[in-house]
């Protein structure tokens, strides 16, 4: 059981946090410790509620910038040894991602990731087609043209991970207030003075945006304008069968990914150009649909014939909240103290959230500048400082 409280916000805080998916609460944790007291998550609903809780856990290093590899590399260190930090199993398990492509215009980019990959002391490799079926034996390798392999990638199970964060931060004193919704923020000229909750009013200095898809919404309250999208995703899971597919499999060129879990299931989803972007949270369709059913499953029979005997058990929608280079969004926004983010993850928020969230937590915390953050701050934007990732699936 984690500890929430009930009743009234406090009058007061030293900072909230607006979120109670992954970041939200892993910077609340990281936060709580490095010694930072009064602090105040606020989620509107229940913990995991946003694309968290309807994630496919996935977690890999294979990147084509060296900012999101970094951020890969030292979230999979901190994966490896989450569950005794926080007092909770987290299911990680490392069966490795096979990114694949029946694309031969690929090749280059796959060949040039791995090197940097490599040279970040990522221990990718690149495939041949018939290589892939030493990882996994039923893959249909006709198509392919090529693919690479990381053994240290992984997943683990979203909603273990929020759970543990939560508990580990109320243990060093911080309070997570679900079914509590931010409605204003309070601000006077370029400094932040507090919030109006549906629970009452907290006076802070210091409010950080971890609310996902909805991040652009609250930071527009602020006068900050975002250049993020939001989209959905749809992800299904299968009935259990016996264990016979040990990595996550992606394909560049269709935008597939399933692996099995723990219990047997196959849990994949499947990009879809034909998606509309939404620009308001009001407009944000979460229902399921029969056309991503049958996409899905004619791209998962083809690339693993196995999966033909197995019966969808249930699909489910979520939001990506994608920036314009598919990188987060990190840091505050000059001219405007007291303000702070980590969100616009697209569909890698879950992978990079410790590390992100380690990382601002030591910067807020008077820790010096950060290249990364500074990297992927709002501000490269006008800067035009951006460089995409190539390899975003979902
Ligand atoms: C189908 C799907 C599959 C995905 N698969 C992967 C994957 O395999 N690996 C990976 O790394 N990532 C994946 N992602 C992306 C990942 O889920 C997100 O990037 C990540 O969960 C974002 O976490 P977050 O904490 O920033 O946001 P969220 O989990 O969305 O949390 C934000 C929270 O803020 C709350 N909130 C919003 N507004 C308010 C308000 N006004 N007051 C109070 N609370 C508020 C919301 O209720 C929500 O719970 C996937 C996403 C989807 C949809």
């Known amino acids: 059981m984690i500890p929430l409280p009930e009743g009234p ?3 007061t805080a030293d900072a909230v946090i607006v979120g109670g998916g992954i970041n939200g609460l892993a910077i609340a944790y990281e936060l709580a410790r490095r010694g930072m007291k009064r602090l105040v998550v606020l989620e509107r609903d229940y913990l995991g509620s946003g694309s968290t809780g309807r994630c496919g856990g996935g977690i890999r290093q294979q990147w084509t910038t060296a900012e999101n590899i970094r951020l890969a590399q030292e979230s999979v260190a901190a994966f490896e040894h989450l569950a005794g930090e926080l007092g909770l199993q987290t299911f990680f398990r490392q069966g490795g991602y096979l990114m694949v492509t029946e694309d031969e215009s690929h090749l280059d980019s796959l060949r040039k990731a791995v090197a940097l990959q490599n040279s970040c002391q990522v221990p990718s490799r690149y495939l041949e087609p018939r290589e892939c079926l030493d990882i996994v034996p039923q893959l249909d390798i006709s198509r392919l ?3 690479t392999f990381c053994q240290k990638d992984g997943t683990a199970y979203p909603f273990s991970v929020v759970w543990g964060y939560a508990k580990a ?8 207030f679900i079914r509590t919704r931010l409605l204003e923020v309070r601000h006077d000229g370029d400094r932040i003075t507090g ?17 996902g898809p909805w991040s652009r919404s609250l930071a ?11 989209e959905r995703h749809e992800i299904m899971v299968s009935e259990s069968c016996k264990p016979f597919l040990d990595p996550m ?5 269709d935008g597939i990914y399933f692996s099995q879990s723990m219990r047997g299931e196959i849990v994949g989803g499947i990009g879809d150009p034909d998606e509309p972007h939404w620009d308001r949270p009001a407009q944000f369709d979460t229902r399921s649909q029969l056309r991503f059913a049958v996409r899905f499953a004619r791209a998962l029979t083809a690339y693993w014939p196995p999966a033909r005997k197995l019966r969808l058990m249930r699909q489910w929608a979520g939001m990506y909240d994608v920036t314009p280079d598919h990188r987060p969004i990190l840091g505050g926004v000059p001219g405007l103290e007291g303000y702070q983010m980590a969100c616009g993850y697209s569909g890698h928020g879950f992978m990079l959230a410790p590390m992100a969230a380690s990382r601002l937590a030591k910067q807020i915390t008077g820790g010096g500048p950060d290249a990364i953050i500074d990297s992927l701050s709002l501000a490269r934007f006008s800067r035009g400082d951006i460089e995409a990732d190539a390899f975003v699936v979902g």
Do not use: F
């Open 9 to 11: 916000v406090p009058a």
């Open 195 to 211: 919030v109006l909750t549906d629970r009452g009013e907290i006076s802070t200095p210091l409010l950080i945006n971890c609310a």
């Open 249 to 253: 499999v992606i394909s560049i060129s």
């Open 145 to 147: 043209k090529g693919a």
């Open 220 to 230: 527009a309250m602020v006068g900050v304008q975002l250049p993020n999208r939001q």
């Open 169 to 176: 931060a109320t243990r060093r004193g911080v309070r997570i």
